[in-house]
């Protein structure tokens, strides 16, 4: 929990700071909390289109919650802005954990 902690902390001076928000994305997905980690994936891509990173975690996580279309739809999206960034390993990523859940 302190790990936590200190990202909560970093986030009250930060709030916007899409890296702590996607730490703390993490934290709650250890802790199972799913739901809390949902809304915090989705409020980063929904303000910064471009963080790759939590496309995956948080098709992954749908995945998990058996929302496969919705998880479906999270990949294309993130290989989409992958592309567009230039990200040839989130792209490779994202790519692979799409491929292996519509084959």
Request: avoid cysteine; hydrophobic fraction near 35%.
């Amino acid at each position: 929990m302190e790990r936590m902690d200190k990202i909560k902390t970093m986030l009250a001076e930060n709030p916007a700071d899409s890296f702590l928000q996607h730490a703390l994305a993490l934290e709650y997905i250890k802790l199972g909390n799913d739901e809390e980690a949902r809304r915090l994936f989705e409020e980063i891509l929904n303000r910064e289109p471009g963080y790759t990173g939590s496309y995956y975690h948080l098709a992954k996580l749908l995945e998990r919650n058996d929302k496969t279309d919705e998880a479906v739809k999270v990949y294309e999206k993130g290989m989409e802005e992958a592309k567009k960034a230039g990200d040839n390993h989130a792209l490779g990523e994202l790519r692979s954990a799409y491929e292996e859940i519509i084959f």
